[in-house]
């Protein structure tokens, strides 16, 4: 089997549940199965009124937007600082500020949810959670600009 055939099942298997959802969109049932019980467009009546999904939506693109403006500002400043400028330890630094792309996501947000939580006593809220997407993202902006500052 050449790879080719490898990289189309993969792609299938990946692809195949994200185009079965607009499929399911028109399903009657509440429980996503085959067979279908039948048709409807009840769902998307549902979506216009459902007060919590808007909360929701509205809080992430909060959450995005300010995650976003305040990473890329931080990126830009290291970037530029790391390119342009030299100062004592700065490998070290740079290293430190880079670190979580070498960490998995998955252990830098658990962590940092322990810290959050036990050790400052902070609950959590819309603004810790955009403290901790700006950690997460300013290093691949600051790997980005890098490059744009050589």
């Known amino acids: 089997m050449s790879l080719r055939i490898y990289a189309i099942c993969y792609l299938i298997f990946l692809y195949a549940p994200i185009l079965l959802l607009p499929l ?3 399903n009657d049932a509440t429980v996503i199965a085959f067979p279908l019980s039948g ?3 009840e769902w998307f009546a549902e979506l216009a009124t459902n007060k919590s999904l ?3 939506v509205k809080n992430s693109l909060f959450i995005a937007l300010i995650s976003a ?3 890329t500002l931080l990126g830009v400043c290291a970037a530029r600082a790391g ?3 030299r100062f004592p330890m700065k490998a070290g630094i740079m290293g430190f500020i880079m670190l979580p792309l070498v960490l998995p996501e998955i252990i830098v947000a658990v962590s940092l949810l322990v810290v959050v939580v036990q050790i400052f006593d902070l609950g959590l809220s819309n603004w810790t ?3 901790a997407h700006v950690l997460i993202c300013t290093p691949f902006c600051i790997a980005i600009l890098n490059g744009a500052f050589q």
């Open 54 to 56: 808007h909360a929701a």
């Open 24 to 26: 399911f969109a028109f």
């Open 69 to 71: 403006l305040v990473a």
């Open 83 to 85: 390119a342009m400028h």
């Open 129 to 131: 959670i955009i403290a």
């Open 39 to 41: 048709f409807t467009t």
